[in-house]
């Protein structure tokens, strides 16, 4: 067997593998939108919801979703990079450093429900946060934190050492040449943690069930209890409450992750494109 045709038969298999991936995204994507499009309208997305969400919109779980995400993001974002930050610039390596590494990966691979059980019992009744919108966003940003730990730190470790040296060598400190040169070069990589970050958010049905509970009500601040359009979408299902507003949900749900990703491709592509070539 020559090297060109095992290089063939490579191409082939990796392009296959790909086929495959986008296929399955498409036929998924596909399926919710054929079978919820319909039953989206205006009057879904702004009114509230009544007979146990048969009936209604799904206004107060869109406010619910947003919340909760935007909460457990200004919690977990901060942490994360900046533990990436100190595991980067600031440690040796050492037994410390990888235990916190492997702290750090065991936590990626917990179960949700798991968080479920622990935002329950420490946030909601030992804390004493209640059933609450704030609750949840605790709960999802332990969740989330592995990720953007983890991607801050790929993303930093593949700024170049040239970077560092020459702002060292006009004179910064070793601060100013994290904040001016190394984040502003690495946060097309923060970012894709963070996105992915944001997927999970939205998507969590167990831990937010337990934790933020399942109000049909309008949370007006976030020590209130909510329902997350993820959770309103489980019940819909389970329950066997209405497959049209279940699907309507879904949809929704895709859509809005769809416009994150696009937006969030966007603000990647121009700060890169204030990035100097390496």
């Known amino acids: 067997m020559s090297k060109k045709f095992r290089q063939n038969i490579a191409f082939l298999v990796l392009k ?6 986008v296929s399955v995204l498409l036929i998924i994507i596909g399926y919710i939108l054929i079978n919820g499009i319909k039953h989206v309208n205006i009057e879904f997305l702004t009114q509230k919801p009544y007979d146990m ?5 799904i206004f107060p779980f869109i406010v619910t979703t947003i919340y909760m995400t935007l909460v457990s993001l200004a919690i977990a974002a901060p942490v994360g990079i900046g533990a990436g930050i100190y595991l980067t610039e600031y440690s040796r390596e050492g037994k410390i450093i990888k235990f916190i590494r492997f702290c750090t990966e065991t936590l990626a691979g917990i179960p949700s429900i798991i968080f479920g059980l622990f935002g329950f019992v420490f946030f909601v009744i030992f804390i004493g946060l209640r059933w609450s919108i704030l609750s949840g966003a605790l709960t999802l940003a332990c969740m989330v934190l592995p990720t953007i730990i983890r991607t801050s730190e790929e993303a930093i470790k593949t700024v170049p050492i040239s970077y560092r040296e020459g702002s060292l ?4 400190t070793k601060w100013q040449t994290i904040a001016k040169v ?25 831990a937010v069930i337990l934790t933020a509970g399942s109000s049909l009500r309008m949370p007006l601040s976030i020590m209130d209890p909510g329902r997350t359009m993820s959770v309103h979408l489980y019940l819909l299902t389970m329950e066997g409450l209405s497959s049209e507003k279940a699907f309507a949900t879904a949809t929704v749900l895709v859509l809005l992750i769809i416009l994150i990703n696009f937006a969030a491709n966007k603000m990647v592509g121009l700060v890169k494109s204030g990035i100097p070539k390496k």
Request: charged share 10%; aromatic share 2%; net charge positive.
């Open 16 to 21: 296959t593998a790909a086929f495959i991936t």
């Open 53 to 57: 969400g048969r009936k209604g919109g």
């Open 169 to 172: 060598a006009l004179g910064a």
């Open 182 to 206: 190394v984040l502003p070069s690495s946060i097309p990589g923060i970012i894709t943690g963070i996105i992915l970050s944001i997927g999970r958010a939205v998507g969590e049905t167990a």
